[in-house]
């Protein structure tokens, strides 16, 4: 896991040609320029599904990661092109779109993905469950971090 968070620390440029309004989100999930990969995740969902309702909740301060890392998300996107689709063929669609960050900066990846209809019917966020890693016990994850990003 620490090569993949040394990786994080890289330079990504986005570009921000979202098509539809951000009106429909929410005040707190607004794109934010200090979360670079959080905003990449968001830009690709929306340029890709145009979502009728779009979150992205950066979990990662639930695990033991480095204050300020961007390594553990919950998407929610509810969108047409789901319509019809196995839930499988669904999550395929999102991995896919994500698939550069999931294979460097982004370790976990929680996925909800609806139509509209389903949305309607269960208009829920589902929880992630507490963090059982075996660093959060290690006394000495702080330093491994430090040589990580050396």
């Known amino acids: 896991m620490l090569p993949s968070v040394s990786r994080c620390t890289r330079h990504i440029t986005v570009s921000l040609?979202?098509?539809?309004?951000l009106a429909h989100f929410r005040p707190h999930m607004d794109p934010d320029p200090n979360r670079p990969?959080?905003?990449t995740i968001r830009t690709?969902?929306?340029?890709?599904?145009?979502?009728?309702?779009?979150?992205?909740?950066?979990?990662?301060?639930m695990h033991a990661v480095?204050?300020?890392s961007e390594t553990h998300?919950?998407?929610?996107?509810?969108?047409?092109?789901?319509?019809?689709l196995p839930l499988i063929q669904r999550h395929r669609l999102v991995n896919?779109?994500?698939?550069?960050?999931?294979?460097?900066?982004v370790h976990a990846l929680a996925i909800q993905a609806k139509a509209p209809e389903q949305w309607?019917?269960?208009?829920?966020?589902?929880?992630s469950p507490p963090c059982m890693g075996g660093s959060k016990g290690d006394p000495t994850v702080e330093e491994k971090f430090k040589a990580g990003r050396d």
Do not use: W
């Open 17 to 21: 040609s979202v098509t539809r309004s």
């Open 44 to 61: 690709k969902l929306t340029d890709k599904f145009k979502p009728d309702h779009l979150e992205v909740h950066n979990e990662s301060y």
């Open 96 to 105: 896919e779109v994500l698939k550069e960050e999931l294979s460097s900066c």
């Open 73 to 84: 998300f919950r998407v929610l996107v509810v969108s047409s092109q789901f319509a019809g």
């Open 37 to 39: 990969i959080e905003r």
């Open 120 to 127: 309607a019917m269960d208009p829920t966020l589902g929880k």
């Open 66 to 68: 480095p204050p300020g």
